[in-house]
C-alpha cells in the first residue's frame, strides 16, 4: 500500500478537491478522508472520476445506522457523481475508507465501496456505501465535492495504489 | 516494499471462467489476512450471486455467521448457525446485470495462525444497475470458523455459476508491529 497524494484544506476551504494523473501502475486504490462542511447542516460528499459529472452515469446505494434505525437507499441517475460520506458542519469530521478495485481495466464498469462515519456525542451515523460509474475508462482522476458550502480547514484526503502479487 | 499490506497471491480469472479460485500454501508468517474480491459470475436469470467460501477445504458444519444487508429500500438483519461453508462475499451475475459490473468486497480474517477459533468480517457492495432487483446491495458480515486449525488455504465458488473473466482474487498479509 503506497501513499500516491495527500490534500488538507487550509483556511477558507475548498469546494472540490481533485487528485489527477493517477498513476496507473496499481491494481486497486485506496481513498482515506476525514471531513467538515462549512454549510449550515448536514451534507454528503461526492465522488466523480475523469472529470465526468454526467449524472446518468453514476448510481449509489447505502446502508446507514444511525444510532436508533437502520435505513438502505439509492441515489439512481440523480447526482453528478457518487454521493456518499455524510458530514456535518459541528465539530466533528467524518471519516471514509473507500476502495476502487481494478481501476485500469477497461473490461469492468468501476465500482466504488466505502466505509464512513462520524459520532457527535449524541448524534451520529455509520454506513456502507456503494457506488457505480458505468465507465469502462481506466480511472486517471477523482473528484470529491461537497454538496453545499466548502470542505472546512483541516478536512484531508490521502490516495493510496495497493499493488497485487 | 510495502509492509502494511504485503501481497501474497493473485488470481484473475481468464476466458473461459473458472468454477472455483483457491489460494493454497498460505505463509504463516502474517499475523492478518486480508481478501479483496472483484467477481462476477455467469449465474442465469438473476443480477448477483452469493460466493460460498471455505478454509482448509472444510466442508464441515464448522462455519456461522450474522449479516446485516440493505438492497437499496430497506435493511435486514439475519444469522446462519452451524452450516458448511461461508457466504460473506457477492458476485454480479449475468442473468440479470449490467455487462460490465463486477461486485467490490473486502474480507478480513485476523489471527489466523491462532489455535483459537477464527472470526472474519466482511464488507462487499453489488452494484447490478439493474432496477428489478434493486440496482444494488450493501453487505456486513461478521463469521466464525469453529477450527483451531490454521488457514492455510481458501476457496471461493460462485452458488449459482461459475466466475467470469476478469473477476480478481488478491490476498494481502498483513504485519503486526516488530515482526
Known amino acids: ?45 461526492v465522488l466523480s472520476f475523469n472529470s465526468d459529472t454526467t449524472s446518468s452515469h453514476y448510481n449509489d446505494h447505502y446502508l446507514t445506522g444511525t444510532g436508533s434505525t437502520v435505513v438502505s437507499g ?27 478495485l481494478d481501476y485500469t481495466n477497461t473490461n469492468k464498469y468501476k465500482t466504488m465501496r466505502s ?5 457527535a456525542n449524541g448524534s451520529g451515523q455509520v454506513n456502507l456505501h456503494s457506488g457505480l460509474w458505468l465507465s469502462t475508462s481506466a480511472i486517471t482522476s477523482l473528484t470529491v465535492s461537497v454538496a453545499s458550502g466548502n470542505f472546512a480547514s483541516g478536512s484531508t484526503f490521502q490516495l493510496y495504489g495497493i499493488t497485487t502479487a | 516494499m510495502s509492509v502494511f499490506l504485503q501481497p501474497l497471491q493473485t488470481v484473475t480469472v481468464g476466458s473461459g471462467g473458472a468454477s472455483t479460485v483457491t489460494f493454497t500454501s498460505i505463509p504463516q508468517t502474517y499475523t492478518d489476512l486480508v481478501v479483496m474480491v472483484s467477481a462476477r459470475t ?8 452469493e460466493l460460498v467460501m471455505t478454509f482448509n477445504g472444510n466442508s464441515s458444519s464448522v462455519y456461522s455467521q450474522t449479516n446485516l444487508d440493505g ?42 495462525t491462532s489455535s483459537n477459533y477464527k472470526q472474519i468480517i466482511s464488507d462487499a457492495t453489488i452494484e447490478s444497475n439493474v432496477s428489478s432487483f434493486g440496482y444494488a446491495i450493501n453487505t456486513l458480515r461478521a463469521g466464525l470458523f469453529s477450527s483451531t486449525a490454521p488457514i492455510t488455504s481458501i476457496s471461493w465458488t460462485g452458488i449459482g455459476g461459475q466466475l467470469d473473466q476478469y473477476s480478481k482474487f488478491s490476498l494481502y498479509g498483513v504485519l503486526r508491529q516488530g515482526i
Do not use: E, K
Open chain 1, 74 to 100: 439509492a441515489d439512481v441517475g440523480t447526482v453528478p457523481g457518487m454521493a456518499y460520506n455524510n458530514i456535518t458542519y459541528t465539530t466533528s469530521f467524518g471519516v471514509q475508507i473507500t476502495d476502487l
Open chain 1, 115 to 119: 466505509i464512513t462515519g462520524y459520532d
Open chain 1, 1 to 45: 500500500m503506497y501513499p500516491i497524494a495527500t490534500t488538507t484544506v487550509g483556511s477558507g476551504g475548498v469546494s472540490s478537491i481533485t487528485f489527477s494523473s493517477i498513476p496507473q501502475t496499481f491494481t486497486h486504490l485506496q481513498l482515506r478522508g476525514t471531513a467538515q462542511s462549512t454549510g449550515g447542516g448536514n451534507t454528503y460528499c
Open chain 2, 42 to 49: 455467469n449465474r442465469a436469470t438473476y443480477a448477483l450471486d
Open chain 2, 71 to 112: 438492497n437499496g429500500s430497506s435493511a435486514v438483519s439475519g444469522r446462519i448457525t452451524s452450516t458448511t461453508q461461508f457466504t460473506t462475499t457477492f458476485a454480479t451475475a449475468d442473468g440479470a446485470a449490467t455487462s460490465n459490473t463486477f461486485s467490490n468486497s473486502t474480507q478480513y480474517i485476523p489471527n489466523y
